[in-house]
C-alpha cells in the first residue's frame, strides 16, 4: 500500500526557513515522481513542482520557481519542501502528491501539513 | 497553462444526480485520457475517486462515474448522499510536467 506520512504542522515568523517533509512508502521510491501541492486558506489546489528521486531532476510550475526547493532522499525515502525566507503569504497547506506518472495528476496523496506564517 | 474550469457549486437533494463539468482545452483535457477527480472534505485531504477518465479507484462507491467528451471532463455523483457534501477538484495530464487543476465546485446537498 502506497503511504505518504508528512511531518506537522509548523508555526514560523516572516524570514525564518522551514523544510518540511514527506516520508514514502510502499512503492519503489527512485522511480516515482513525486511532487508538493498548495492550498491557500479557502482555495483551490496548486500544482508547485516535482522531483523524480532517481535522478533529481525537479522542475518547479513558474509561480514557484525561486521560491521554494523541493528535494529528496532516496535512502529514505522521504521528499522535502523547503523556504529560505518566508513570508506571511506562504501560510497555507501543502501536500505531498504523487502522480502515476510525469506530470499526470497526482494519485497519492499525504496527510497535508500546516504551515502558519506570523509575526 | 490556465487552469480548468469548474462551475463554483452545484446542489442536489438526496437521491437525485448531480454533474460537474471541467472544461479544458486539446492541449490538455481533450488531448489525453488522464483526468482525476478529487473529493475533498473540510480538514481532509484530496482522495481521488475516479482516475484516467473513468476509472475507480477501489472502494469508492460505484455513484461516482466520469466521462469525457471533447474538452470537457464530467463527474457524475448519482443516488447523491449527505456524505457526498465536499469539495470536488479536476486535474489533467497537460502534456509536460505540470498536471493542471480546476478550481474546484464545492456540492451541497440539499
Known amino acids: 500500500e502506497v503511504q505518504l506520512v508528512q511531518s506537522g504542522a509548523e508555526v514560523k515568523k516572516p524570514g525564518e526557513s522551514l523544510k518540511i517533509s514527506c516520508k514514502a512508502s510502499?512503492?519503489?521510491?527512485?522511480?516515482?515522481?513525486i511532487g508538493w501541492v498548495r492550498q491557500m486558506p479557502g482555495k483551490g489546489l496548486e500544482w508547485m513542482g516535482s522531483?523524480?528521486?532517481?535522478?533529481?531532476?525537479?522542475t518547479y510550475s513558474p509561480s514557484f520557481q525561486g521560491q521554494v526547493t523541493i528535494s529528496a532522499d532516496k535512502s529514505t525515502a522521504t521528499a522535502y519542501l523547503q523556504w529560505k525566507s518566508l513570508k506571511p503569504s506562504d501560510s497555507a497547506i501543502y501536500y505531498c502528491?504523487?502522480?502515476?506518472?510525469?506530470?499526470?495528476?497526482?494519485?497519492?496523496w499525504g496527510q497535508g501539513a500546516l504551515v502558519t506564517v506570523s509575526s | 497553462q490556465s487552469a480548468l474550469t469548474q462551475p463554483r457549486s452545484v446542489s442536489g437533494s438526496p437521491g437525485q444526480s448531480v454533474t460537474i463539468s471541467c472544461t479544458g482545452t486539446?492541449?490538455?483535457?481533450?488531448?489525453?485520457?488522464?483526468v482525476s477527480w478529487y473529493q475533498q472534505h473540510p480538514g481532509r485531504a484530496p482522495k481521488v475517486v475516479i482516475y484516467d477518465v473513468i476509472k475507480r479507484p477501489s472502494g469508492v462507491p460505484d455513484r461516482f462515474s466520469g466521462s469525457k467528451s471533447g474538452n470537457t471532463a464530467s463527474l457524475t455523483i448519482s443516488g447523491l448522499q449527505a456524505e457526498d457534501e465536499a469539495d470536488y477538484y479536476c486535474s489533467s495530464f497537460a502534456g509536460d510536467y505540470t498536471p493542471l487543476f480546476g478550481g474546484g465546485t464545492k456540492v451541497t446537498v440539499l
Open positions: 502528491a504523487r502522480p502515476e506518472y510525469r506530470g499526470g495528476p497526482p494519485h497519492y
Open positions: 486539446s492541449d490538455d483535457v481533450g488531448g489525453f485520457n488522464s
Open positions: 522531483i523524480y528521486p532517481g535522478d533529481s531532476d525537479t
Open positions: 510502499g512503492y519503489s521510491f527512485p522511480i516515482n515522481w
